[in-house]
């Protein structure tokens, strides 16, 4: 069975950066779309940036672009996600995602079926 599992979140002031991982366990994560999506007390999920198979090809959203960076640790089977230059507005859970996708990767929540449990990042002064 595939499993998610988040780290690298935690406090950190404005500007900063943080280096999130998704380490995938039971599959080789070259085979899945993964996808970083967070979610703010009282908003809902939204993804922030995908990575799909085959030609490794990065999808981010408007929010990340140019400050956010996806990419794949074979070595470590795992995905991660770089992020600079941090608002407080990025103050949210973070989590991963992975699906199998025949096209490139998507920010649609449905089209993932495996779910990690997510960490916590602070943006805040």
């Known amino acids: 069975q595939l499993q998610l599992v988040e780290s690298g979140g935690g406090w950190v002031q404005p500007r900063g950066s943080l280096k999130l991982s998704c380490a995938v366990a039971g599959y080789s994560s070259n085979i899945y779309s993964i996808g970083w999506f967070r979610q703010a007390p009282g908003k809902e999920r939204e993804g922030v940036a995908c990575i799909s198979v085959g030609s490794f090809i990065p999808n981010y959203a408007d929010s990340a672009k140019g400050r956010f960076t996806i990419s794949r640790d074979n070595a470590k089977n795992a995905v991660h996600l770089e992020m600079s230059n941090l608002k407080p507005e990025n103050t949210a859970d973070y989590y991963c995602?992975?699906?199998?996708?025949?096209?490139?990767?998507?920010?649609?929540?449905?089209?993932?079926?495996?779910w990690g449990q997510g960490t916590q990042v602070t943006v805040s002064s």
């Open positions: 995602a992975a699906a199998i996708m025949d096209r490139n990767c998507v920010f649609s929540t449905d089209a993932y079926d495996h």
